[in-house]
């Protein structure tokens, strides 16, 4: 095992090791005793079909303990934008409660107007029982259309919950909340009016063992979804790469052999006729312009493709569950962090294998070319978000611990990467020398130029996943929770496949116009998906139901991030398919 295999190994599982005792931080086993208190936490509150637009719960005139304690947060509720305090609540273990009085409250007229503004809104709260998250309705709005009256549609306050809990011995296993809707409170005309708040609480005995009570999130979101309909994705995803490389067979592949052979025995004087690809071998390892960005472009990409595959291992091994979201932000902060080590390691060594000198300008880019972007993102959304007081805005206690990590971890890790690079650097493996004067590029047919090749180098990767796109949008912004990651997983590989196989055609294509300029193209057509990524996620905006500014630089912001990943990632592969190749056929045949 060489060197540089085991380094890569020790990064690989120093990773996996660290975010999975973050990520995988469980509560506590606990056992109580019947008649424990068990308390129950109030969150936050907001607009259902706008779920970047939280508040906390005490933003509305709820009832409320003479003195409000906070619970303090971990970092992965932090970043799911979690605000945790005591309540009135009392939900003692296994003890049944009926139309227990929380509180009797005079609501004024401006309570009473923040109510119907949250019902208009559709407003749902949650809460947190035992670290099991639940969820319920503040209120409803009535219309009658049989009977016209200009007082309707009627609002109505929910003033009952009913809390069912289930346990197994001396352990809460579920509990879920139901704002009854015959035990309202009329507040259409927005008057003062005196609220009675009361709750219910029944418990029942389940066999649901303790470890198995998180499988309720994972079977279970707020829009059911189709397995047949994933599978049909996978199913396009397939055939549409079974027709690429069908195409790719009958058009290239044997017109790629008769050149081979045929340049392969050509003599000196039909080489100075010689046309096509083999024509410009002398130029189509001449490294390309902007080194030190396009070695960073390639170490991103391998650390963020680094990234995603450590976080399917963590879901596949349970450490991550998707619908905690928070957890799976701060292993997101933290294996980014780590694999850091991977993009200064493949940025530096490669910009080795093409310079000599300015190393430093390529680990530079490569810590700020994702992240700086990001960054910049970040800090334009939480300032929307501190000016909505949403609690979507993270605290200055959890900025400064994100920037201590980059200046702990990221910055040394980047530079630690880019030294093993540098010092395990190896020669540029060209099967051709280069010529010391380009050969100048002939006219192109419009299908060779970089706009068709990346529209069709990033059309079809996206039909082969844009129905599955749908329902991770609608897992990002509907409250949908996508269970099945296996079938992601899939997907994963196959747009990966495809896009390599794409890249490998369109080179071919290029070459064969004796356009030897393919090193960036290579990475535009590549990455060129996520762009078409982008153009649905906006369809997608205008066609679902979210509302407001913040919502929508949310999901602006988010989505640019995302996608930037992606053509970082499939950019990187695009690339890395190409350079395979060229090396293959210009090896296979006579180069002078």
């Known amino acids: 095992m060489t060197s540089e295999t085991r380094f890569a190994l020790f990064v690989i599982f120093a990773a996996l090791a660290t975010s999975a005792r973050i990520a995988g931080a469980s509560p506590e086993d606990q056992r109580y005793s019947v008649g424990d208190v ?29 003195k409000i304690t906070k619970k303090r947060e971990t970092l992965m509720e932090v970043l799911n934008g979690d605000h945790m305090a005591t309540s009135l609540y009392a939900l003692n273990f296994r003890e049944n409660k009926t139309l227990e009085i929380l509180c009797e409250k005079k609501l004024n007229s401006n309570d009473v107007a923040e109510f119907k503004d949250a019902i208009s809104n559709d407003y749902y709260f949650q809460m947190t029982y035992d670290d099991l998250p639940l969820w319920g309705f503040i209120g409803k709005i009535e219309d009658n259309l049989l009977v016209p009256n200009e007082t309707w549609p009627n609002y109505y306050l929910f003033r009952h919950v009913q809390f069912d809990v289930l346990y197994n011995e001396n352990r809460v296993i579920e509990i879920s909340a139901f704002s009854d809707p015959t035990y309202t409170v009329d507040i259409t005309d927005g008057v003062e009016t005196n609220v009675k708040f009361t709750y219910s609480v029944f418990w029942s005995a389940t066999s649901t063992r303790f470890e198995n009570r998180m499988g309720k999130y994972l079977r279970s979101s707020l829009h059911p979804q189709s397995v047949q309909l994933h599978w049909f994705s996978i199913i396009n995803s397939v055939i549409i790469i079974m027709l690429s490389v069908g195409t790719f067979v009958m058009l290239f592949l044997q017109k790629l052999k008769n050149d081979i052979t045929k340049y392969s025995v050509v003599d000196e004087e039909e080489d100075m006729q010689e046309v096509g690809w083999k024509h410009i071998h002398g130029d189509v390892f001449r490294f390309p312009p902007y080194t030190s960005l396009f070695c960073a472009v390639l170490g991103t990409g391998t650390q963020l493709l680094t990234l995603v595959f450590f976080v399917f291992v963590l879901v596949f091994l349970g450490v991550l569950y998707p619908y905690n979201r928070g957890a799976l932000s701060s292993s997101l902060v933290i294996i980014y962090a780590i694999t850091s080590l991977i993009g200064g390691y493949v940025a530096s060594s490669f910009h080795a294998q093409l310079a000599t000198t300015k190393w430093g300008k390529t680990l530079l880019l490569t810590g700020i070319l994702y992240l700086g972007p990001v960054i910049l993102t970040f800090s334009v959304l939480n300032t929307v978000a501190i000016s909505y007081g949403a609690t979507a805005a993270l605290p200055f206690g959890t900025i400064l611990v994100f920037i201590l990590i980059w200046i702990l971890v990221t910055v040394p890790l980047l530079t630690l990467g880019g030294m093993f690079g540098y010092v395990f650097r190896s020669e540029f493996q060209a099967p051709c020398a280069t010529r010391s004067c380009p050969k100048e590029i002939p006219p192109l047919p419009w299908y060779s130029k970089t706009p068709s090749q990346m529209f069709l180098g990033g059309l079809l990767p996206f039909c082969a996943v844009f129905i599955e796109l749908h329902y991770i949008y609608t897992s990002l912004w509907s409250h949908k929770i996508h269970t099945d990651t296996s079938i992601l997983f899939i997907l994963f590989i196959l747009l990966i496949v495809l896009t390599a196989i794409l890249s490998v055609g369109m080179t071919y294509i290029q070459l064969s116009g004796e356009d ?31 509302t407001g500014s913040m919502q929508l630089l949310f999901f602006l912001g988010y989505n640019a991030c995302i996608c930037y990943a992606f053509f970082l990632m499939l950019g990187t592969i695009g690339f890395h398919a190409s350079l395979l190749f060229v090396r293959r056929i210009y090896h296979a045949v006579k180069c002078d």
């Open 516 to 546: 030897h300029q393919w090193w960036w193209r290579s990475v535009l057509r590549g990455g060129s998906a996520s762009i078409f990524m982008y153009g649905y996620s906006i369809m997608f905006y205008a066609r679902s139901s979210m």
């Open 38 to 66: 068990v308390p129950l936490f109030v969150n936050k509150i907001g607009p259902l079909n706008n779920p970047s637009e939280t508040y906390q719960y005490y933003d509305l005139p709820f009832c409320q303990p003479d």
